[in-house]
C-alpha cells in the first residue's frame, strides 16, 4: 500500500505522444494551454510552469527580490516568518537568496503554524515576507496570517504544494497570497512527472519577474521560438549594453533555466481535468482512514483542519471564528500518544514491514537536520528561532502518515488500518 502513486489512463499517454510527434519537445504550445487552464482553474491572474514545486518555491521568492520592485524588493539581511516543521525546499529560497528564516512553532494538531507566535516574530524594518505552506493538504489559518501579512504591508507567498484542491472558507488555497507554488510530482494532486508552477495571484507585473527568474534572468518576454513581440527588440538601451543590443540576450536578473517540457505539460492538461475526482477520493480515503482507527484514539491522535476542534462520524466540529477549512488531504497524519505501547519508530517499522508505506512530516524540524545543526556550530546560524519550538519537536518525534491518493480501494484502506492496529496490539472489526 504506497502512500502516494500515479493514476492515469490512457489519455495521459496519448497525450505525451503526442506533443513529441513534431519533436519540438521544449515548452510550447501544450505548457501555454496547460497554464491559462490552471490559472482559470484557480481563478489567478497567471500560471507559470516550472520544472518541479522546489524550483516555483525558488522562483517566486527570487521574484520578490528583483530590484524593479523598487523599495518592496526583499534585500540581503532582511526577515521572512516560517515554521519549523516542513519540506526544506519550502526554506531555502529564503536562505539561497541572503535572507533570513524566522522559525515559528507547528501546532501538533493542525500541522500548521502557531498564529499567536506571528507578533514574536515580527521585527519593525527587519520582517519583510511570510513564506509558509499548507502542511499536508490542511490549509493555514488564512485569515490571521493575511491580516498580519496586511497590517505589516509583508510578502505573503503559499507554498501549495500539497494541497492543490483545498479550500478556506470556501476559496482556493493558493490565492490568498500574492505568489503561491504548486508542484506536480507524482505523489502530488496531479502529476507531470517532475514539475511545477508560480502561480501570480492579483499582481500581474509579478508575471515578468517570475518568467525571467525561470528563463535565464533575461529581460525579454518572448516565448521560445517567438521574436519581437515588443516590436522593438533591436530598439532597447538597457545597462550599459550597445544601443540597440538585442533584447533576447538583456539580462536584468541572475536567474536559472527551470521550464518543464511540452510532453509533461500535455500529460499535466489531462490530469488537470481529473482533479475533481481526485480530491473526492483524497477526501473519502481520509474519512475512511479516520473512522476505521477510531478505536485506537487512547493511542493515536490525528491530524485536524484549521479551526475544527474535533472529528465524529457525523464530521467535524468547529470553533467559533466562523471560518472553515476543507483539506484536499495530502496524507494521514497519525500522532503516537504517550499511553501509546509502542514509539513512532516501532509503528514506522511494523508498517514498513507489513507493506504499507509511511512517511515522517519530510524534515521535522528542520532546526536539528545536519546543515542547520552544523551551521549553529560554526557560530553562523542560518535561522532566528522563536520560542522553544515544541510543536515542531512533537511532530518530529511522535507523527508519521499514510497514503490517501486516490489509488486506494476501500480495501486497502481497511488493510493500513489493520496493519496500524497490530502494530499497537490491537484488533479491529472491519
Not at 14 to 34: I, N, P, S
Not at 188 to 204: D, K, L, P, S, W
Not at 303 to 323: K, N, R, V
Not at 388 to 409: K, R, S
Amino acid at each position: 500500500m504506497p502512500y502516494a502513486g500515479r493514476v492515469f489512463t490512457e489519455e495521459e499517454v496519448e497525450a505525451a505522444v503526442g506533443a513529441t510527434l513534431d519533436f519540438w519537445l521544449t515548452l510550447g504550445v501544450e505548457g501555454e494551454a496547460f497554464e491559462r487552464e490552471l490559472a482559470a482553474a484557480l481563478g489567478v491572474r497567471n500560471s507559470v510552469l516550472v520544472n518541479s514545486g522546489s524550483s516555483a518555491n525558488l522562483v517566486a521568492f527570487a521574484a520578490v527580490t528583483s530590484p524593479k520592485l523598487g523599495d518592496r524588493r526583499l534585500k540581503p539581511g532582511d526577515e521572512v516568518i516560517t515554521v519549523a516543521a516542513g519540506f526544506p525546499t519550502t526554506v531555502a529560497p529564503i536562505i539561497q537568496n541572503g535572507c533570513v528564516p524566522v522559525f515559528i512553532d507547528n501546532d501538533p494538531v493542525t500541522l500548521n503554524a502557531r498564529v499567536d507566535q506571528l507578533d514574536d516574530a515580527y521585527v519593525p524594518g527587519r520582517t519583510r515576507a511570510v513564506m509558509m505552506a499548507h502542511t499536508l493538504g490542511n490549509p493555514f489559518n488564512v485569515t490571521a496570517i493575511v491580516d498580519f501579512c496586511r497590517r505589516h504591508d509583508l510578502w505573503l507567498i503559499e507554498d501549495n504544494c500539497d494541497s492543490l484542491g483545498s479550500t478556506y472558507d470556501g476559496k482556493w488555497t493558493g490565492t490568498f497570497g500574492d505568489l503561491s507554488t504548486q508542484s506536480f510530482y507524482p505523489p502530488h494532486h496531479i502529476t507531470m512527472g517532475e514539475g511545477g508552477a508560480v502561480n501570480v495571484v492579483r499582481n500581474a507585473g509579478l508575471k515578468l519577474l517570475v518568467e525571467s527568474f525561470r528563463d535565464w534572468g533575461r529581460d525579454c518576454w518572448c516565448p521560445s521560438g517567438k521574436d519581437n513581440t515588443c516590436n522593438k527588440r533591436f530598439g532597447w538601451h538597457l545597462g550599459e549594453l550597445p544601443d540597440g543590443y538585442d533584447h533576447k540576450y538583456v539580462y536584468s536578473h541572475l536567474g536559472y533555466n527551470l521550464k518543464p517540457t511540452d510532453p509533461q505539460a500535455a500529460i499535466g492538461r489531462r490530469q488537470l481535468a481529473r482533479l475533481p475526482a481526485f480530491v473526492d477520493a483524497r477526501r473519502r480515503n481520509w474519512e475512511s482512514l479516520r473512522r476505521l482507527l477510531e478505536p485506537l484514539g487512547d493511542f493515536l491522535a490525528f491530524q485536524l483542519p484549521t479551526h475544527a476542534t474535533g472529528w465524529s462520524s457525523e464530521g467535524f466540529s468547529w470553533d467559533s471564528s466562523g471560518h472553515r477549512s476543507d483539506p484536499s488531504w495530502f496524507g494521514f497524519m497519525i500522532r503516537v500518544l504517550p499511553a501509546c505501547p509502542v514509539s513512532r519508530r516501532d509503528l514506522a517499522v511494523a508498517l514498513d514491514a507489513a507493506r504499507v508505506g509511511n512517511r515522517m512530516l519530510f524534515g521535522g524540524n528542520l532546526v536539528r537536520q545536519p546543515v542547520f545543526a552544523q551551521a549553529r556550530k560554526t557560530g553562523v546560524p542560518l535561522v532566528r528561532i522563536v520560542g522553544d519550538l515544541a510543536g515542531a519537536d512533537a511532530i518530529m518525534n511522535d507523527c508519521l502518515f499514510v497514503g490517501v491518493y486516490p489509488g486506494l480501494t476501500p480495501a486497502m484502506c481497511g488493510h493500513i488500518a489493520s496493519a496500524v492496529a497490530a502494530a499497537v496490539g490491537r484488533r479491529l472489526d472491519l
